[in-house]
């Protein structure tokens, strides 16, 4: 204050006219509100500027269900012609759990006879239920997106019905929130009526030319819709029978790293076929409202699914294991009979030399059958060479992507076919999947 006393009686009235003045412009204008308004959005540390490059300018809404003691809110809702995205979050007024919805039969989508666009191929409504866990602060408030059909019109509503919620426990390493074990779904009517618009999706031409592994790979567009973005890319397959998949896990900007949107809609003609070679699409996190200069793509690694077209005889009448050699790997085949069923198990060594992840293959059986079980063990290996145990039918997340599977084990049963006991007679390897680790980046510029 004592600063502030040592101002003289001049500069004091300066100050106050100036103010005053500014008072007056703003009134006339009209612009108190909006002035105060923009500071106050201003002020709440960039995160009005965060929800604007996420969501857009006017997407949001706010549509309120309560039931049992839980607040369901609709927060946002992104549209294209390529699917409409629904923000929600639950909020438990009494008991504070972290309640999700609980799976597709929770949800029901209703709407007037060709509202919904069903042009995608989906052949229901709703087609990815998604925690937002990278948005959760520490308050106990869920937060998930439902993926549903594109509307056929630019505009339009549908009804929205929520029926059950699981509680479930905090985020695990993979992302995921699971259903806490042996409680009850909490039922529930949450009801909603939401608008939709939809937003025009545009295209960045772009035209790089990479060579990667033996593959002469292409970029040559990106969709940029509100809902993803889809870096269209072509390739030639090297060999003349088999498979090639290109994982391409994060796109990278200044500002942001974008991840891979795999639970999107994908256009119909997802795989085209031409004599230029492969178009595929790769999708990621939308960068429709706040688009660079350039991105930087990263493609993690390459599986190919190559032909082996090889054979080799079982003698089920020998005891003990049979050996074997595919690709440098010793295959050991056992036999085990029984009155009910008989079973196969063939264990294949797993060393740092290995040239292959799985073997894909098919029993020939005397009489002819079908297994009516079957199952593979293994490890994974990451990319840095650690081992990791763990069995393919484990829960998947997205890192998963990143790991190879390399099967040591896989079992086989069969069961007696119209009363006789079915024999093992050669086991056929038609291919094998094998994955390197690129690690590159590709430059984009649009």
């Not at 006393?5 to 009209?30: H, P």
């Not at 795999?262 to 085209?272: A, T």
């Not at 994974?380 to 763990?390: A, M, T, V």
Request: with cysteine.
């Amino acid at each position: 204050m004592s600063s502030l006393k040592r101002l003289s009686l001049k500069t004091w009235t300066i100050i106050i006219c100036l103010f005053l003045l500014l008072i007056v412009v703003a009134f006339i204008s009209g612009g108190v509100n909006k002035l105060v308004s923009e500071w106050n959005n201003l002020s709440e540390d960039q995160e009005g500027i965060e929800e604007l490059q996420r969501f857009g300018l006017n997407n949001k809404v706010s549509l309120i269900a309560e039931d049992n003691g839980v607040r369901v809110t609709i927060t946002h809702v992104v549209a294209d012609d390529i699917q409409t995205f629904v923000y929600y979050e639950v909020e438990d007024l009494e008991e504070d759990r972290l309640l999700k919805v609980a799976d597709y039969w929770a949800v029901k989508v209703s709407s007037d006879q060709g509202v919904l666009d069903y042009g995608q191929g989906f052949r229901e409504p709703v087609h990815s239920i998604v925690d937002r866990t990278d948005e959760m602060g520490n308050e106990n408030k869920y937060k998930g997106r439902i993926g549903i059909l594109p509307i056929a019109n630019n505009q339009d509503e549908i009804e929205l019905e929520i029926s059950g919620l699981y509680e479930v426990e905090a985020a695990n390493v993979q992302g995921f929130m699971i259903p806490k074990e042996h409680n009850p779904p909490v039922n529930g009517e949450w009801l909603f009526t939401i608008p939709i618009e939809k937003e025009e999706i545009f295209e960045k031409q772009v035209d790089v030319n990479t060579e990667i592994d033996g593959y002469n790979l292409n970029i040559n567009k990106v969709t940029i819709a509100p809902t993803v973005t889809f870096v269209h890319f072509q390739y030639k397959l090297k060999y003349t029978e088999g498979w090639t998949y290109f994982y391409f896990d994060q796109l990278k900007s200044e500002e942001s790293i974008l991840k891979r949107q795999d639970m999107s809609l994908f256009p119909v003609e997802n795989v085209q076929l031409s004599e230029q070679g492969i178009t595929e699409y790769a999708p990621f996190e939308s960068i429709y409202y706040n688009v660079p200069e350039g991105l930087d793509l990263h493609l993690a690694l390459i599986q190919e699914t190559i032909e082996a077209d090889q054979s080799f005889p079982i003698d089920w009448e020998q005891d003990g294991p049979q050996l074997f050699e595919f690709m440098d790997t010793e295959l050991s085949i056992e036999y085990d009979e029984s009155q009910s069923t008989n079973k196969l198990v063939i264990n294949q060594e797993y060393s740092e030399k290995r040239e292959y992840e799985r073997a894909n293959f098919h029993i020939v059986t005397e009489p002819e059958s079908y297994p009516v079980n079957y199952s593979s063990n293994g490890i994974y290996i990451d990319e840095e060479g650690k081992q990791h145990e763990g069995s393919e039918s484990d829960y998947y997340h997205a890192e998963m992507e990143k790991l190879r599977y390399f099967s040591t084990q896989d079992e086989v049963i069969f069961e007696p076919y119209n009363g006789e006991l079915v024999k093992p007679v050669e086991l056929k390897i038609d291919s094998y999947i094998k994955t390197t680790v690129p690690s590159k980046n590709i430059h984009l510029e649009f």
